[in-house]
């Protein structure tokens, strides 16, 4: 089954890099990165450069 996490404050995991490879290997194809301020909305995009066509 593929999984789409459609709201993750991707920002606050202090473990960001073992979180992503995780969730691939349960499944996740894509995760929706989600923003409360600028602060975190730039950190999201940021995150999103990094992992094209994941984040």
Not at 18 to 37: I, K, N, S
Not at 42 to 50: S, T, V
Request: glycine share 8%; with cysteine.
């Amino acid at each position: 089954m593929r999984l789409v996490d459609t709201h993750s404050h991707l920002d606050e995991l202090p473990e960001l890099e073992r979180e992503l490879q995780e969730a691939r290997e349960c499944g996740v194809v894509a995760v929706v990165g989600v923003g409360m301020e600028r602060e975190s909305n730039g950190k999201i995009l940021q995150l999103a450069r990094e992992h094209r066509n994941f984040v």
